[in-house]
């Protein structure tokens, strides 16, 4: 059984290259680019300006909070076209779970097949995920500031000298 995943472990995926079956530009050529969420927050590689229907990458990015994610929807792995107008989806591949991507510290390829809005083939992804694994933080140590004071401490306050404006004593001191 592998170890569980903490705050400090590191899952490297390297985006690595794309092959789509039709080219979704209708003048010149599509430009893909390859997006991802990662606990709610999204990793978006370089756009490929009319790369057509291959693209390389060999771009990386290291997800973190990995213990957040287990708990959380698989991975999945979009491509798009960049247009004036926005980004169209090109394919989406099926989702891929972390606590496999995290099972082991060898690197691990991935040829997958994107399907488009429609659910049919659209192409296929190529990237590659290195989990690597890391001690954990040792736990803090609380204070607990009640027991900083208890009744067994005392307070000493020595009354060293007084000086008084006024004497009380009409006669005398
Ligand atoms: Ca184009
Ligand atoms: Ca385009």
Redesign the pocket.
């Known amino acids: 059984m592998s170890k569980p995943v903490n705050s400090n472990c590191i899952l490297k995926i390297t985006i690595v290259e794309g092959k789509w079956i039709k080219d979704a530009?209708f003048f010149?050529?599509?430009?893909p680019l390859v997006m991802l969420e990662h606990n709610q927050r999204k990793y978006k590689t370089t756009t490929k300006?009319?790369a057509g229907k291959h693209a390389v990458w060999n771009e990386s990015f290291d997800l973190d909070a990995l213990e957040k994610a287990v708990a959380g929807p698989p991975l999945v792995v979009e491509s798009y076209d960049a247009d004036v107008g926005g980004i169209e989806l090109l394919g989406a591949t099926k989702g891929l779970n972390y606590k496999d991507l995290c099972a082991s510290t060898t690197e691990q390829t991935h040829d997958l097949e994107m399907l488009d809005a429609k659910g049919k083939k659209a192409g296929n992804l190529v990237f590659k995920t290195l989990f690597t694994w890391a001690e954990p933080d040792p736990p803090k140590i609380k204070r607990d500031p009640k027991k900083l004071i208890n009744k067994k401490c005392t307070l000493t306050i020595k009354i060293i000298d007084a000086t008084f404006l006024k004497d009380a004593d009409t006669f005398g001191k």
């Open positions: 530009d010149g050529k599509q430009d300006d009319d």
